[in-house]
């Protein structure tokens, strides 16, 4: 008889254990080693069959046992030990609360929106790296101190499970999760009742959601559920699946993590009295119609217009882009967002307003990144070189600056130390400090240890891989009789290379497989051989993507190197730190600039693994030469199967001649060249890819200014909200009759030199507007065949007085370069409260 429902009843525990109860539920035991060696005595085979879940580990002891423990002194002191131990890590103050006795302009609070989080694979509400990074970002604020609040949904389903079919075709699972047995508890008002938030739905129908609580240490992690009984059946599975239904399902999650995530946020401060958030970060741009709904408060509770208050939200508000390329942008058809955003929705905001916001090229669609970025006074990439891949592409948002000049700037990712490096590792080295320096005051470790550590690292990787090819063989049909080959998969002593991630195309998952009999005999050479796992889901509309996971799954059946190359299913969290402990290389082929960042490589960096990867993302700016290798790439090669050829045979070749040498080229059993690389990877990498670093950056670099913006723009009845307005008013007024009539250089010798002054006098039709509303710059630089300006340099020239209605300026300008040299004059947006002249994407050019 199989139940209807399923639901989970907690534990009643003894009174000398009831600290473990928090200590289970705040997701802070998922990096303290010592609470999970807690939980693990408590009963370790309960521990084993709980797949490590302290909350479901509670519900399978027998009551005997517990009360077996609370008769033990020793386990009663440890539990009340570590519960302190949380109790001063979630008070006591942190770099933090140090930073702003310094900086009080420092926010009291920040939102964190995102689509996904990847905390920890009992609560899996994540997808890949964008949830993970969320996850780590939350975690490195908690350890800092960082007074952050994440917003999301929380799925009942979470992203798919994966299976293989026995023809190696990826088979999608849907598990329903239940919120009780999460490390969750329900917002809840002072009388105890479940907080709901409520959006408007088309047909004056309402979307209701409860707000789940997860505690990521310091930091609250709201997430919205709509499966309750007050929708209506189609609405209550708004919330079901993570990126999963058609774009009318997709929108509604949008509107319900943005607008309804907002209300969530207030709800909270209300109900516990945390402070409200003065900076608004929009992870990627799923969440970005919170923007919105901030315009429709100010609008209803403070009586802004519609441009005061777009002024005063975008002034605290951090927009981050994960995607480099245009199809992984979220667009919606005008006419969907038109349906759903009607005066119920958002009460006073004009619809044409808010449709103008997504503008782009297309007029039939709405792209949330364009929304994103017009809401949001800062902008940022995800690593140095994605930071130039969006100025790139989202340069026509600012027609006529160059590239350079898009403001849009970058943040490399990092990851959680505590989460993804291997308690050996940390043992070993100790930790970093929180900025992620190293530690200090520590003997070097000799080469002998440093080998040992990988080789028992790699050898609980080979134990894993064991485990999981067989159930996965299981579970695919096989019988227990024939799987015994599975006893002997993978060598302890062999170079493992691993490759897990997503499987979009531009990953190019099966680039290894482009020549298979020159894959093959690296994995059954006689002397240098490898050995290579291989993991990662497939979007389940991804048909092409499903296509190359079963390349791979058939290449890897074939009983001849079945031993020495496997695919295992189902990639989550609990599967890759196997992956990032005991792999040797690790491996990233993305088509070039196409990876954002890819965090994977930094996970096994801190378990000194050597990255062997295109560069590209966070490899591109922190590869060194010593710290693994750098596939060459096919710049300029048109033909995509031409590329594919010539990259993938640079990866065969220094697999072949480079990697494969120096792991199994030995003096007295220790291969030296790789130990120094190793050890190069974790002095100089370890430090760098911890997402402290990261979270740091966020805080000093933007979220102080956006503070510091935001309590600025709503000082005195957000005056400056409303003067810059007006400002931005007459500037459309006047914009498109500013022109630069007349330009001159004079002053030159004959022969100029490097450094020598020019002055360059320019008249300005201002249109009415005054000339400190403007800056009006002088250009000097190279030039190139086609008189574009290369290396400019640009200087504020001064107003001199006017003429004839026109205004007139003027720049001595040092002659920067030599060689070939052109110049003009632009004329920019000036006012204080703009964080660049490039802000407004206006410019005037001479010509």
Same mark, same amino acid.
């Given at each position: 008889?199989?139940?209807l429902?399923?639901?989970?009843?907690?534990?009643?525990?003894?009174?000398?254990?009831?600290?473990?109860q928090?200590l289970a539920?705040?997701?802070?035991?998922s990096?303290?080693?010592?609470?999970?060696?807690l939980?693990a005595r408590?009963?370790?085979d309960?521990?084993?069959?709980?797949?490590?879940?302290p909350?479901?580990?509670?519900?399978e002891?027998?009551?005997?046992r517990?009360?077996?423990?609370a008769?033990?002194?020793e386990?009663?002191?440890?539990?009340?030990e570590?519960a302190?131990?949380l109790?001063?890590y979630l008070?006591?103050?942190?770099?933090?609360?140090?930073?702003?006795?310094?900086?009080?302009s420092l926010?009291?609070?920040v939102?964190?929106?995102?689509?996904?989080f990847?905390v920890?694979?009992v609560?899996?509400n994540?997808s890949g790296?964008?949830?993970?990074?969320a996850?780590?970002?939350l975690?490195?604020?908690?350890d800092?101190?960082?007074p952050?609040i994440g917003?999301?949904?929380?799925?009942?389903?979470?992203?798919?499970?994966?299976?293989l079919?026995?023809?190696?075709w990826?088979?999608?699972?849907?598990?329903?999760?239940?919120p009780?047995?999460?490390?969750l508890?329900?917002?809840?008002d002072a009388?105890?009742?479940p907080?709901h938030?409520?959006?408007?739905?088309?047909a004056g129908?309402?979307?209701?959601?409860r707000?789940?609580?997860?505690?990521?240490?310091r930091?609250?992690?709201?997430?919205?559920?709509?499966?309750?009984e007050a929708?209506?059946?189609?609405?209550?599975?708004?919330t079901d699946r993570?990126?999963?239904?058609?774009?009318d399902h997709?929108?509604?999650?949008?509107?319900?993590?943005?607008?309804?995530?907002?209300?969530a946020?207030?709800?909270?401060c209300?109900?516990?009295?945390h402070?409200?958030?003065e900076v608004?970060?929009?992870?990627e741009?799923?969440?970005?119609?919170?923007?919105?709904?901030r315009?429709?408060?100010l609008?209803?509770?403070d009586g802004?217009?519609f441009?005061?208050?777009v002024?005063?939200v975008?002034?605290g508000?951090v927009f981050?882009?994960?995607?480099p390329?245009?199809?992984?942008?979220?667009r919606?058809?005008?006419?969907?967002?038109?349906h759903?955003?009607?005066?119920t929705?958002l009460p006073?905001v004009?619809v044409d307003?808010?449709?103008?916001l997504?503008?782009?090229?297309?007029?039939s669609?709405?792209?949330?990144?364009?929304?994103?970025l017009r809401?949001?006074?800062?902008?940022?990439?995800?690593?140095r070189?994605?930071g130039a891949?969006s100025?790139?592409?989202?340069?026509s948002?600012?027609?006529?600056?160059?590239a350079?000049?898009?403001?849009?700037g970058?943040?490399?990712?990092?990851?959680?130390g505590?989460?993804?490096?291997a308690?050996e590792?940390?043992e070993?080295l100790?930790?970093?400090?929180?900025?992620g320096?190293?530690?200090?005051g520590?003997?070097?470790?000799?080469?002998a240890?440093l080998?040992?550590?990988?080789n028992?690292?790699r050898?609980r990787l080979v134990?894993?891989?064991?485990r999981?090819?067989r159930?996965a063989?299981?579970?695919r049909?096989a019988s227990?009789?024939?799987?015994g080959w599975?006893?002997?998969?993978?060598?302890?002593?062999v170079?493992?290379?691993?490759?897990?991630?997503?499987?979009?195309t531009y990953?190019?998952l099966?680039?290894?497989?482009?020549d298979?009999?020159r894959?093959?005999?690296?994995l059954l050479?006689p002397h240098?051989p490898?050995?290579?796992?291989?993991?990662?889901?497939?979007?389940?509309?991804d048909?092409g993507?499903?296509?190359?996971?079963?390349?791979?799954?058939?290449?890897?059946?074939?009983?001849a190197?079945r031993h020495?190359?496997?695919?295992?299913?189902?990639?989550?969290?609990?599967?890759a730190r196997y992956?990032?402990?005991?792999?040797?290389?690790w491996?990233?082929?993305p088509?070039?600039?196409l990876?954002?960042?890819?965090?994977?490589?930094?996970k096994?960096?801190?378990?000194?693994?050597?990255n062997?990867?295109i560069r590209? !993302?966070w490899? &591109?700016e922190l590869?060194? %030469? +010593?710290?693994?290798?750098?596939?060459? #790439?096919? @710049?300029?090669?048109?033909?995509?199967?031409?590329?594919?050829?010539?990259?993938?045979?640079a990866?065969?070749?220094?697999?072949?001649?480079?990697?494969a040498?120096a792991?199994?080229?030995r003096?007295d059993?220790?291969?030296e060249?790789?130990?120094e690389l190793?050890?190069?990877t974790?002095?100089?990498?370890?430090?760098?890819v911890?997402a402290?670093?990261?979270v740091?950056?966020?805080?000093?670099?933007?979220?102080?200014p956006a503070?510091?913006?935001?309590?600025?723009i709503?000082?005195?009845?957000f005056?400056a909200a409303?003067?810059?307005?007006g400002?931005r008013?007459?500037?459309?007024?006047?914009?498109?009759r500013?022109t630069?009539?007349?330009?001159?250089?004079? !002053?030159?010798? &004959?022969?100029?030199?490097? %450094? +020598?002054?020019?002055?360059v006098?320019? #008249?300005? @039709?201002?249109?009415?507007?005054?000339a400190d509303?403007?800056?009006v710059?002088?250009?000097?630089g190279?030039?190139d065949e086609?008189d574009?300006l290369?290396?400019a340099?640009?200087?504020?020239?001064k107003?001199?007085?006017?003429?004839?209605?026109a205004?007139r300026?003027e720049?001595?300008?040092?002659?920067?370069?030599?060689?070939?040299?052109?110049?003009?004059?632009r004329?920019?947006?000036?006012?204080?409260?703009l964080?660049?002249?490039a802000e407004?994407?206006k410019?005037?050019?001479a010509?």
């Amino acid at each position: 008889m199989r139940a209807l429902r399923r639901f989970t009843v907690r534990a009643q525990l003894p009174e000398q254990l009831a600290p473990l109860q928090t200590l289970a539920t705040n997701l802070r035991w998922s990096w303290h080693p010592p609470t999970q060696d807690l939980f693990a005595r408590l009963d370790p085979d309960a521990w084993d069959r709980a797949g490590h879940d302290p909350v479901r580990l509670l519900g399978e002891i027998p009551s005997a046992r517990l009360a077996e423990l609370a008769a033990d002194a020793e386990t009663v002191v440890t539990v009340r030990e570590l519960a302190d131990d949380l109790a001063a890590y979630l008070s006591g103050p942190r770099w933090y609360q140090d930073e702003r006795e310094d900086d009080p302009s420092l926010p009291a609070a920040v939102a964190y929106f995102s689509m996904e989080f990847g905390v920890s694979e009992v609560l899996p509400n994540y997808s890949g790296g964008l949830g993970v990074l969320a996850g780590d970002h939350l975690k490195a604020a908690s350890d800092l101190g960082v007074p952050l609040i994440g917003v999301g949904l929380l799925y009942r389903s979470g992203y798919f499970r994966q299976s293989l079919s026995l023809d190696g075709w990826q088979l999608e699972h849907y598990p329903v999760l239940d919120p009780q047995g999460l490390p969750l508890q329900l917002l809840a008002d002072a009388d105890g009742a479940p907080v709901h938030v409520e959006v408007s739905m088309p047909a004056g129908r309402t979307l209701t959601a409860r707000v789940w609580q997860a505690a990521v240490g310091r930091v609250p992690l709201l997430l919205l559920d709509s499966d309750i009984e007050a929708n209506d059946a189609d609405l209550r599975g708004v919330t079901d699946r993570l990126y999963g239904g058609d774009q009318d399902h997709r929108i509604r999650q949008e509107i319900l993590v943005g607008i309804g995530g907002v209300r969530a946020v207030r709800a909270f401060c209300r109900v516990t009295g945390h402070p409200e958030p003065e900076v608004f970060h929009t992870n990627e741009g799923h969440a970005g119609y919170l923007g919105l709904e901030r315009i429709r408060e100010l609008q209803t509770g403070d009586g802004l217009s519609f441009d005061e208050a777009v002024a005063a939200v975008r002034a605290g508000t951090v927009f981050t882009t994960h995607t480099p390329v245009p199809a992984g942008i979220d667009r919606f058809p005008i006419d969907l967002v038109r349906h759903y955003f009607s005066d119920t929705l958002l009460p006073g905001v004009p619809v044409d307003r808010v449709l103008a916001l997504g503008a782009e090229e297309n007029p039939s669609m709405f792209n949330m990144a364009h929304m994103g970025l017009r809401l949001a006074q800062r902008a940022n990439g995800v690593s140095r070189l994605h930071g130039a891949v969006s100025r790139g592409m989202f340069g026509s948002l600012w027609s006529g600056f160059d590239a350079a000049e898009v403001p849009i700037g970058s943040v490399t990712n990092g990851v959680h130390g505590h989460t993804w490096e291997a308690r050996e590792v940390t043992e070993l080295l100790g930790d970093p400090a929180p900025g992620g320096e190293p530690a200090p005051g520590r003997e070097p470790v000799p080469d002998a240890m440093l080998w040992a550590l990988r080789n028992t690292l790699r050898s609980r990787l080979v134990d894993e891989v064991r485990r999981r090819v067989r159930a996965a063989w299981l579970e695919r049909g096989a019988s227990t009789p024939e799987l015994g080959w599975t006893d002997h998969v993978f060598d302890p002593n062999v170079l493992t290379v691993g490759f897990a991630r997503r499987v979009p195309t531009y990953k190019r998952l099966t680039l290894m497989l482009r020549d298979p009999d020159r894959l093959r005999d690296l994995l059954l050479d006689p002397h240098r051989p490898v050995q290579l796992i291989v993991a990662g889901k497939s979007h389940p509309a991804d048909d092409g993507g499903k296509a190359l996971i079963q390349q791979i799954v058939r290449f890897a059946d074939d009983p001849a190197v079945r031993h020495r190359i496997v695919f295992l299913p189902d990639y989550d969290m609990s599967m890759a730190r196997y992956l990032y402990w005991g792999c040797d290389v690790w491996l990233n082929n993305p088509l070039r600039p196409l990876e954002a960042c890819g965090t994977s490589g930094m996970k096994s960096a801190l378990n000194g693994g050597l990255n062997l990867s295109i560069r590209d !993302g966070w490899w &591109d700016e922190l590869y060194d %030469g +010593a710290n693994g290798w750098a596939i060459p #790439t096919a @710049d300029g090669i048109e033909d995509p199967a031409r590329r594919d050829d010539l990259e993938a045979n640079a990866l065969y070749e220094l697999l072949a001649t480079q990697v494969a040498p120096a792991f199994y080229e030995r003096t007295d059993g220790v291969p030296e060249r790789w130990v120094e690389l190793v050890r190069h990877t974790l002095g100089t990498l370890r430090p760098q890819v911890q997402a402290t670093r990261m979270v740091r950056e966020y805080v000093q670099d933007w979220y102080a200014p956006a503070s510091r913006a935001a309590a600025g723009i709503i000082a005195d009845d957000f005056a400056a909200a409303k003067e810059l307005a007006g400002y931005r008013a007459r500037l459309n007024a006047a914009w498109p009759r500013v022109t630069v009539s007349g330009v001159d250089a004079s !002053g030159l010798p &004959d022969t100029p030199v490097v %450094g +020598a002054p020019m002055t360059v006098h320019a #008249t300005v @039709d201002l249109a009415g507007l005054d000339a400190d509303h403007v800056c009006v710059e002088a250009v000097v630089g190279r030039v190139d065949e086609s008189d574009d300006l290369e290396d400019a340099v640009s200087v504020a020239m001064k107003h001199v007085g006017g003429t004839d209605g026109a205004s007139r300026f003027e720049a001595v300008v040092p002659l920067p370069h030599a060689g070939l040299a052109g110049y003009t004059v632009r004329v920019l947006p000036a006012h204080p409260l703009l964080a660049s002249p490039a802000e407004l994407g206006k410019v005037v050019l001479a010509g």
